[in-house]
């Protein structure tokens, strides 16, 4: 993952959101096995690599939880 897939994206689809754009990134890493099952994914580890704000991660890890690729643990 790196801040440069945003510009990227953002050039193919200007009315794409950063939340959309955010969780199409995660997908991918998921799919691709650059993150693997059981890992840890955290808000503040996702913003700080991706240069975004948690907002936007937080919304695309709910997505990614409410469409089964990820679990959501409390805490």
Do not use: W
Not at 20 to 35: A, G, K, N, P, T
Not at 43 to 68: D, H, W
């Amino acid at each position: 993952m790196n801040p440069q897939e945003i510009e990227t994206m953002r050039n193919q689809n200007p009315f794409k959101s950063l939340n959309d754009i955010v969780y199409d990134i995660l997908l991918q890493e998921i799919l691709s096995f650059h993150i693997c099952p059981g890992s840890r994914l955290t808000e503040s580890t996702i913003a700080q690599e991706l240069a975004v704000s948690r907002s936007p991660v937080k919304s695309a890890l709910e997505k990614l939880a409410e469409n089964n690729f990820i679990e959501k643990n409390k805490g």
